[in-house]
């Protein structure tokens, strides 16, 4: 119950807050609530950390597999005291930086939010689940980076962030399918356990690099670095939260929490650290040169992320030490250090480093404060950053195993050493030194007391880690480095000396060679006169993306809504395509077609004759009502083939609907030219000529194999139960109503929303039709006669249609076809019967309501039921709740036909009524 509380109460209280208009009791709730959320873990801690996991399975997607699970060990738990800690210093601190701003609740709840969806991926027990909260992730972190609206840097930076976490999202949602695929569950107990299974198997290539690119997008990882440099656009509380504990570190948690399943292959070696190598190189080297502050922190946070990556990529039990501890170490000092660095801007009004010099005058308090984060950043001696950064040296010395690699590491790893203690220099010397400011709009001055305490509690974690950190922060490293690994831990030792060693040495001479380099940079001010690096990476993605609209925008221009020849072109080449591909992949085994009632020497004279016919209607010397008549007669024949393979049910609707199809298309040539325009260019009608052989050799060619090949296919299940299951013998009729009735259900609510839009399309103008009915005698006379006799031979096949031949789809078009012959004889929409829109309703309540009466009775929507009562006089009567269902069918089918045939023949003036 602890777990579904601590997954609950963000989203509630974002929910809350966002019902609130004052910022202060918007605060107060949100705040409370992570201040909750702390309380929680500590009441959790001691069992966990011990090695005592807490979990709880709520059944989701039995039939899938999935389940939502909740699973806190100590991995997890370090990572939510992160989200839940820093989150509740940023929400004191931006209480305080965006005061007096009327949109306070609106942040608060996106802050409560985006804990949230932090806290169900650390929390999550079951891969389906984590990846749905890291989908979460990213659309919590562009709705923050987007809250300063107006500004357009804002929204760039928003939808970079978007675009390539979402792709990082989709990756890893592929990444979990083929886990599950090859575990055969998604829960990650069984996951992680299954590292032998998974690293043999066929498709761990495929697997690891859904998950790699999935954890490099959302960590900022080279080549998909760039996106965090434009989210700086985003305000400071948002950054010191999201690019310092949170967000950035999704990824790092991906790669430990899958770290016993997937790592220890050389796949694994040399892609982790290769990408991590890189981007700690890059980010160190560009965020020397930049020019504001958040920039320098972003590249920073870039390149510590890099560091972070490399560890893991070593796949060395005492490198995942180093890394965990890392992590903690970089959420405290870079919170702190984007925090400092907005309460620079927040005061000074800008944050270019080539104008707020010589701060120190100004805010003694936060130039304190930012100068201990920074050094912790930059690895001085007595601080956190210091220790993790020794241990860093230290993995890099001692690896083995891989020649090129162990001997670059060193090498490396210390110039990324020395561009840290550079940029960490600059941080220093440029905002609190460096002379007196320089055109600044406001003059500086100390910020308010709340706001800069969480600055100094963080600040003090620093200090105090890097004298003891063993004694406050020992067991939860310890307990979380043993999750991560799986196993034991391996021998380390977590203190603040381990005497003249190499590492001691390589940490010497980056501090000296960084205070160098910045100092060589700064000679006459010619750092300040660099420009900020190339964004390639930016530029890149930016290309890209113009490449994807220029590519539509062509496509739209391609596509538009008067080339309905190309729209049809394509439709129906992915339609043979989509028939043709599992044809093609069963392989070609020859059975021919077995008739029954039909001589083989029958069925090739009615196969000629619809040939014959079909041949006759492509003629350019035939009246379009001629071909009209050529093509029904090709119907006919389909319908007679349909018979003789003992297929009454379709013989019956293929009849039926090759009548209506006439009909629509007598009515419909009355809207389009009596000549069609002749193409007299030899290369298009040549082209045309292949088209159409090609379309009706590929439909004839897919017909045929349909029909010789006896596939391994699900009807004896449909044909054994329809009785026992459905209670009818008609299992055609079983399938339809009973067996896929939420099918049908959706298959007729489509097709009535279609009928409604060719009707608001077409019913534009009045047709020529009626006047070709009206004074008429026979005509009239005749349907009045006809028409009780239609709805007559409509009900019997209704009625018969659950044990033989018929049902509702058959009875509601030929019901249909009377009606709408009655309205054409009477030449009015407002025939007694013909109302298309009643009929649609009627049909779909029907059809519904018999679906939710199973509900009534404790059952699941659209469960059907049947019997055989006897009644006085008439005796055993076989009843089926699928035949109330079966009457929904019949009337749609009767509205649908009335609405698109009709809609050629009476304007929109008259229709509408």
Known sequence: MTLIFMALLPWCAALLVSRL?????????????????????????PGVLAGAPLKVAIEWLPALGVSATLRLDALAWLFAALVCGIGALVMLYARYYLAGDTRLPRFFALLCAFMGAMLGVVLAGDLVLLALFWELTSVASFLLITFNAPDRGAVRGARVSLSVTALGGVALMAGVVLIGRVVGSYDLDIVLRSGEL?????????????????????SAQFPFQFWLARAMAAPTPVSAYLHSATLVKAGIFLLLRLYPALAGTEAWFFAVSTVGATTLLLGGVA????HDLKGLLAYSTISHLGLI?????????????AAVFHVINHATFKASLFMAAGIVDHECGTRDLRKVNGLWRYMPLTGSLAIVAAAAMAGVPLLNGFLSKEMFFGEALALEGHDPVAFFAPLAALLAGAAGVAYSSRFIHDVFFNGEPVGLPRTPHEPPLWMALPVAILVVICVAVGFMPQTILGLPLAAAARAAIGGPLPEYSLALWHGFNAPLAMSAVALIAGVAIYAGLMRGRWLHGQANPTPTGYLAFERTLL?????????VRQMRGDRLRLQMAILAFAAVLAAALPLVSGGFVAHWPVFSGVTVTGAWMIWTVGIVFALASVSTRVRPVTVLLFLGAVGLAVAIAFAGLSAPDLALTQLFVEVATVLLLLLALERVPVEAPRVRRLAVRLRYIALAAAGGGGAGWLAWEAM?????????????????????TNAVNVIIVDFRGFDTLGEITVLAAAALIVWAFLARERAGVLGRFRGSFMLPLAVRLLMPCVGLVAAYLYLRGHNLPGGGFVAGLLLAIGLVLEALALGTWRSPHARPVRWLASGLAIAGLTGAASLLVGYPFLTSAFGHPVLPWVGEVPLASAAAFDLGVMAVVVGATLMLILAFAFGRKESAR
């Open 708 to 728: 010789r090949r006896k596939p391994e296919v699900i009807s004896d299940y449909h044909l054994t139960h329809a009785v026992s299951g459905a209670g009818g």
């Open 547 to 555: 490449a994807f609209a220029r590519s539509g925008r062509m496509l």
């Open 309 to 321: 990556t490399l560890l893991i990529g070593f796949s060395a039990d005492t490198a995942i030490v």
């Open 198 to 218: 998974l690293r043999a198997d066929a498709a761990y290539p495929w697997i690891l690099t859904c998950v790699l690119l999935a954890a490099f997008t959302k």
């Open 287 to 290: 965020a020397v040169f930049q």
């Open 21 to 45: 208009r004052n910022g202060g009791a918007a605060f107060a709730l949100a705040a409370s609530s992570a201040v909750a959320l702390l309380a929680l873990l500590a009441k959790t801690a």
